[in-house]
T-cell receptor, first 114, second 110 residues
Framework: DADVTQTPRNRITKTGKRIMLECSQT?????MYWYRQDPGLGLQLIYYSFDVKDINKGEISDGYSVSRQAQAKFSLSLESAIPNQTALYFC?????????????FGPGTRLTVL | RKEVEQDPGPFNVPEGATVAFNCTYSNSASQSFFWYRQDCRKEPKLLMSVYSSGNEDGRFTAQLNRASQYISLLIRDSKLSDSATYLCVVNRSAGNKLTFGGGTRVLVKP
């Protein structure tokens, strides 16, 4: 079984709709992240959480919100989707501590906003 | 200027050849450096960390040049399976926040 899972894997929606992307992990990691990837731009950090009570904005948080429901679950919401939020979204996890630890990514969610 | 810049490629490489490419970073306070590999439409996966003294992992060699603010990746004896996009990743502060470059695409051909 995959250590980091994302649902849905693909989603097509319309402008103005509310969308939730979910991420679950079985790695026991404290830290979780949401990124979006656009062609040629690399991954951009949307939000991150270092534990259940910790939520932090990343580089491009406008238009997004998150919820850390448990250590293993981190969901990303688009309250009112717009076409420029069409992208590939990745969830990632890493272990805590002072060192910079490897991030493990989920398989991604391809979101299209019409 | 982007914080982490890479030549997007593609680098077309004959099987068995050597290919090398660089990544530049703008923040001199950057502390940790990595190469991630991403196959088409798949998630990124850590290829290797980059240490100050340079490091090697099989056919892959990574170098860091702090004075000129770039890191490099060299792939020897390229295999068809090395075809992928290679993401340069930099951490510039305490905490596990990473900044990703746009990636360099490598295509290894028979």
């Amino acid at each position: 079984d995959a250590d980091v899972t994302q649902t849905p894997r693909n989603r097509i929606t319309k402008t103005g709709k509310r969308i939730m992307l979910e991420c679950s992990q079985t790695k026991g990691h404290d830290r979780m992240y949401w990124y979006r990837q656009d062609p040629g731009l690399g991954l951009q950090l949307i939000y991150y959480s270092f534990d259940v009570k910790d939520i932090n904005k990343g580089e491009i948080s406008d238009g997004y919100s998150v919820s850390r429901q448990a250590q293993a679950k981190f969901s990303l919401s688009l309250e009112s989707a717009i076409p420029n939020q069409t992208a590939l979204y990745f969830c990632a996890t890493s272990a805590g501590g002072r060192e910079i630890n490897e991030q493990f990514f989920g398989p991604g969610t391809r979101l299209t906003v019409l | 200027r982007k914080e982490v810049e890479q030549d997007p490629g593609p680098f077309n490489v004959p099987e068995g050849a050597t290919v090398a490419f660089n990544c530049t970073y703008s923040n001199s306070a950057s502390q940790s450096f990595f190469w991630y590999r991403q196959d088409c439409r798949k998630e990124p996966k850590l290829l290797m960390s980059v240490y100050s003294s340079g490091n090697e992992d099989g056919r892959f060699t990574a170098q860091l040049n702090r004075a000129s603010q770039y890191i490099s990746l060299l792939i020897r004896d390229s295999k068809l399976s090395d075809s992928a996009t290679y993401l340069c990743v930099v951490n510039r502060s305490a905490g596990n926040k990473l900044t990703f470059g746009g990636g360099t695409r490598v295509l290894v051909k028979p």
